[in-house]
């Protein structure tokens, strides 16, 4: 085997497909039991909702190749109508401002119809789900990486397609320099704190009085919240973005409650019986986030490449992902970016 790429998320699986077009080997393996990563996507009643990333913008040139590629079809978020404001006191009010979000992109069928056509375009045995890697060794002639399931894949190259800190906890041998291993361990993971709530109803009735489907919150649960509805047609959505610290969203029940209260003190009566509330909490999700990512982020990172991150074990380990990614890190575009970059030395 050449290159194994470990990380089936949005950049793994654009390395992949670069190498596949380029008659390269190489073998793409995931934890979890599907491809995608932080992409992921519930479908609910003929609609569609993100409940990782939901958002791309004009001037980032590598997704918007990859729809046209594709044949995927973009639409902009929704965004006409008052916006709600909810003080630390619960007091609501109206007509603070208009969407947040308005010139935003969003993809028909959900973000992972487009990490669904990367998978697909890929070799059933070019990929492997389900297959957690534990251990990476290596030797005088390549570098073994052991899965939990005993087997043993060999590589000549091993690209590390995942967010550094979790990347941080694969043993390896020889031990990576204690620095390199410190800049993994330090940055932080893009949306790895996050946890975010989707309500499905029959109805856009927000969209009938007026509102946006935007609203911002001091008081919470949901600190900032959005219209998620699908391009035409329903069912349809309103998402939120949960702001209490991770420790203090562990009883998923009582957290179901305030989030149904708070929908009916911003949107009213009506918010109260969401077909379903799709809840996802990132924060607990091992193969994206670690303890050191339950810290909030105020702001997003500057995230780069960290110079003692480059020429691992002569070359024959990279680190790749969005958190790598100089110019758009952290976002869907930084994903694309660092396995450009990656096929780029790959190459070489």
Known sequence: MSVLIIGGGLSGLALAHSLETRGKEYLLIEARGRFGGRIKTEHDGGGYFDIGPAWFWPGQPRIAALIEKFGLEKFDQFAVGDLIFENENAHVQRGRGFSSMEGSWRLKGGLAA???????????????????VTNLTRTETHVAAT????????????????????????????????????SMQKVPTWMAGQAKAVAVYDTAFWR????????QSRFGPMVEIHDASPATGGPFALFGFIGVPPQARADEQALRQNIIAQLVRLFGPKAATPKHLHIKDW???????????????????????????TGLWHGNLHVSGTEVAPQFGGYLEGALEAAENTLTILER
């Open 114 to 132: 487009m990490t669904h056509a990367l998978a697909h375009s890929l070799p059933e045995q070019n990929k492997l789900l389900n297959a957690v």
């Open 147 to 182: 899965l939990n399931t005993g087997e043993t894949v060999a590589a000549q190259t091993v690209v590390l397609s995942m967010p550094p800190r979790v990347a941080a906890n694969i043993t390896l041998d020889p031990a990576l320099p204690q620095a390199a291993l410190t």
């Open 283 to 309: 924060a607990f999700d091992p193969y994206t986030a670690t303890d050191a990512d339950h810290a909030p982020l105020y702001a997003h990172p500057t995230y780069s490449m960290p110079a003692n991150l």
């Open 208 to 215: 009938e009085d007026g509102l946006s489907g935007d609203a």
